[in-house]
């Protein structure tokens, strides 16, 4: 990170020290390093949300599907699985929006309202290097006249230019102290702050999928026939498909 752009009218003197410098270039380095993670964060946590959204939705729209399908007409123990399968997509539905509405105000509305911090943070930054580059110019301007020979309006100039250099040198050195206090307190406070939100987040998952293993456990004792396994269901089903294929009206001439 580089807070001088141009070296054109810098001071000889070494207005603040290289530590200083190097101490707030790292915390403001790391700062920055989790603007970036927490957008990138809040951004996947929306995009997952969405996905589940879309995914139970998805799967209640093809059960209604069936339902509407001609298959269910004639055939009462396949509309019975149909109806069954139906309750338990409306069931995984209601649970999954219930799970990311918890996400949604738990974790997602916390990562955005952390994020909202930063342009203040960033904004302070800057009025600190403004601070900074118009302490340079005037202590290079004082240098200037110091090094003059000391005539009376040399000294006048000089006098001045101390003048001018002082509140704008205090105004620096509280903008500097303030955010060095303050940016490793904001950058330590995030555990405690996002803390609560995994935890949340953890808790909401659980609790979905203890009520999935619930509800298609409940599905798999209705649908299941006794001494079926799925190789001869495979079995039967294949046997099925030779048999329309035999058909005349889908055979190859």
């Known amino acids: 990170m580089s807070w001088i752009p141009f070296k054109i009218g810098q001071p000889k003197k070494q207005i603040v020290p290289k530590t200083v410098e190097r101490d707030f270039e790292r915390e403001y380095g790391k700062l920055q390093q989790l603007e970036e993670q927490t957008r990138r964060l809040q951004k996947d946590m929306k995009k997952s949300a969405d996905a589940d959204l879309a995914m139970s939705k998805s799967a209640v ?120 206090d303050e940016m490793p307190r904001f950058y330590n406070s995030r555990l405690d702050y996002f803390q609560p939100s995994f935890e949340s987040l953890i808790r909401a998952q659980v609790v979905y999928y203890s009520e999935m293993h619930k509800i298609f456990g409940d599905l798999s004792q209705q649908l299941d026939q006794p001494g079926h396994s799925d190789e001869q269901r495979e079995l039967e089903n294949e046997a099925k498909l030779s048999e329309l294929r035999a058909l005349s009206i889908v055979a190859d001439d």
Do not use: W
């Open 61 to 180: 729209k093809v059960s209604l599907d069936l339902l509407s399908n001609p298959l269910c007409e004639q055939d009462q123990d396949f509309l019975n699985m149909v109806t069954a399968l139906d309750t338990a997509m409306k069931r995984m539905d209601a649970f999954n929006q219930e799970k990311v509405n918890q996400i949604q105000k738990t974790v997602i509305e916390p990562l955005k309202k952390f994020g909202s911090v930063f342009p203040s943070l960033n904004m302070a930054v800057k009025r600190r290097e403004q601070a900074l580059q118009d302490y340079r110019r005037l202590q290079a301007k004082v240098e200037k006249y110091e090094e003059k020979e000391k005539t009376g309006p040399v000294l006048a100039k000089l006098h001045q230019a101390r003048e001018e250099l002082r509140p704008v040198r205090e105004d620096f050195e509280a903008k500097n102290k303030q955010l060095l």
